[in-house]
């Protein structure tokens, strides 16, 4: 489990490379949910998502033998673009596993930051299979998408400059997927902010962590169809325990919510947010009357959409 | 003809109610491109364009008879928005004209900044007529959306704040409806930048201003029927002698070109822009031959967009 000095380090080290994101407001959004919100906007980090946090600090954080190996993951979506670019900024090599059926979109944006991209089959087993098969070859350490501290620790630096810049905060809103981002930002939240409440927003279709949250112990990810396509993985141990200890609450919002929110985003704030983004300011307006006059931050996790696809949810 | 001096009071004016709009880069449309382009986001502007400059500079100009008398426009898109808007900041009425069959959308922001709205036929002469009646029978004033001093003046301060910023520019490149922004633009440029060109950038289908520029006579819109909607207005005397006096050319884009530009800055910069806003890089990717590694500015001039009415032509 990283502490907030492992954060605060970790934004030392990457925040040479990547940007510092606005934190925008709308007034009209605010007057709907009746609260001040703060929209801290990963949508427009380097690699269209928060996941350059992590990601660039674990590769900036190898020694000399690991640089020579180079790194791997299996994620096939923001995560390995965010990889291969950290990757590529210290000239290593980086390997992605990614399934066969990975949508021509995001395969492209990984090759194009350079990753040398592998196949699987579509199910978790073979990925693995094929990642450990590249280990073997190569030697490159594996950089899992959030079971891994370093991802953990980066991924709490958005919530360490939220707050450093909004000082203050009665919520945070974060997205849950695998658990690594909440983790990191409730981590720096509760350091930080003493009274804060940290609120993971998560797809009714893929509510392994509520489940988890709510039973005490950690449920499996089951069939997640939800439209948040970014929030299809599970909690694994590390995170649970994290959340568990550091989350006041899960609130789950179905694929309508996500999708309303999503436009709203759009038409009111004038930026593209996935809609693994979107989850925020639909758990947020899912619980709008318990946020009357509060200060409330949330997550806007990224940006990466195909519009053709996109196109066809709204 | 409004001068330098005229727009930098405008600024002086304006500045405490308006926003100062992030200056953007994005990496891959500069290696599209071949030069670095600043992108003055003005979508991301008070009431979602760079309309409020002109509208604010007008209403926060006028004397005490004329506040109480309140003001008047027949505009049914941004400009009318933003005269509500900025009517609404000084606690005066703010009649708008539109014609009945203007959208949904637009209407309802107009409305929801405070506007008494009327109606009239969607024929120029017909909401001509309208708007001297609300004039005789109120006393209003009448900001026009382009052919007024303050108007011009204001829109100016967008290029203001981007040279400001960004120091040196070798292009600033305007989309041109009726010519109030880039003749404000124009005459900001000129004056602070020695050698910088400014380029109009303009939609085919409502090429009335590259008509006019070539012939040196001020030519009519002929049916402008371009997805730009917000271009499809004709420039003015007093616009057309400023365009001629200080803008360098005029590049016309087809509506293809002006799609895939939008798509372009939504999917790689992750902004919301209009159809009138992407004719800049629009043309830009039209003349990038003549741009190799040049400083260009760009004025993004707005975001106002019903998503669902985009996306058909996405």
């Not at 194009?112 to 030697?139: C, F, H, M």
């Not at 990191?184 to 009714?204: D, F, R, Y």
Request: net charge positive; with cysteine; charged share 20%.
């Amino acid at each position: 489990m990283p502490e907030f000095k492992d954060i605060q380090a970790a934004y030392k080290r990457i925040a040479p490379h990547i940007h510092r994101t606005v934190v925008m407001t709308n007034k009209s959004i605010n007057t709907l949910v009746g609260a001040s919100i703060y929209f801290k906007c990963e949508n427009l980090q380097k690699t269209g998502s928060f996941k350059i946090r992590g990601a660039s600090n674990a590769v900036f954080s190898l020694n000399d033998d690991e640089l020579k190996k180079g790194v791997v993951t299996h994620s096939s979506g923001n995560h390995g673009a965010a990889l291969a670019c950290a990757a590529g900024w210290r000239n290593i090599a980086c390997y992605v596993v990614t399934p066969q059926n990975t949508s021509g979109f995001k395969k492209n944006a990984i090759i194009n930051y350079g990753a040398r991209v592998s196949y699987s089959d579509a199910l978790l087993p073979s990925r693995i299979a094929q990642t450990e098969k590249i280990i073997k070859e190569t030697g490159a350490t594996l950089i899992h998408p959030y079971d891994n501290e370093k991802i953990i620790a980066g991924a709490g630096t958005s919530a360490l400059e939220l707050i450093d810049e909004v000082k203050e905060l009665d919520y945070l809103f974060v997205p849950v997927g695998g658990g690594g981002s909440i983790s990191g930002c409730a981590i720096t939240a509760k350091n930080m902010l003493t009274g804060i409440k940290v609120i993971g927003a998560e797809p009714q279709l893929a509510d392994d962590a509520f489940q988890s949250f709510k039973t005490g112990t950690l449920q499996p990810q089951r069939e997640p169809r939800t439209v948040a396509d970014g929030l299809r993985t599970a909690l694994c141990d590390r995170t649970f325990n994290i959340v568990r200890k550091y989350v006041d609450d899960i609130v789950l919002v179905n694929d309508e919510q996500i999708i309303d929110a999503m436009r709203l985003i759009w038409e009111r704030m004038k930026i593209v947010t996935e809609t693994s983004s979107a989850v925020t300011l639909a758990a947020i307006l899912n619980i709008k009357n318990d946020l009357k006059g509060k200060k409330v931050g949330a997550i806007l996790s990224g940006g990466n959409v195909d519009l053709k696809e996109v196109l066809t949810l709204l």
